[in-house]
């Protein structure tokens, strides 16, 4: 269940679905639920893994959960308007998974 929240997925989700590796973060919270790893310590590492001092190789693993957002390498594409689209995947997401909502940002108020 906590894959699909984090909208875990091995395709970048637009046009062509090109693959990407991803494996390492689902075995990464596979491996943090087996190793019941406390829910404060998952939640850092996910959410600020990177920013930790030193981080470790693990620890770097874990921020995926904000890197699997879908991405477009269509040609055209507006770079700043998938950049916006996946900040806001990564807010609605964070919330849905961690504070329960289900509901989420329709339109951004500034675009």
């Not at 998938?82 to 995947?89: G, I, N, P, Y």
């Amino acid at each position: 269940m906590w894959l699909d929240l984090a909208r875990y997925a091995d395709t970048k989700g637009y046009e062509k679905d090109l693959g990407r590796t991803m494996w390492p973060y689902r075995d990464w919270v596979i491996n943090a639920f087996n190793q019941d790893m406390p829910l404060d310590q998952f939640t850092l590492e996910q959410l600020a893994g990177d920013l930790l001092p030193d981080p470790t190789q693990q620890q770097l693993i874990a921020t995926a959960f904000h890197r699997n957002t879908m991405s477009n390498d269509e040609g055209g594409t507006d770079d700043e308007e998938f950049r916006v689209a996946a900040v806001k995947d990564r807010v609605d997401t964070t919330l849905q998974v961690w504070m329960g909502l289900t509901m989420g940002l329709r339109e951004m108020p500034f675009a």
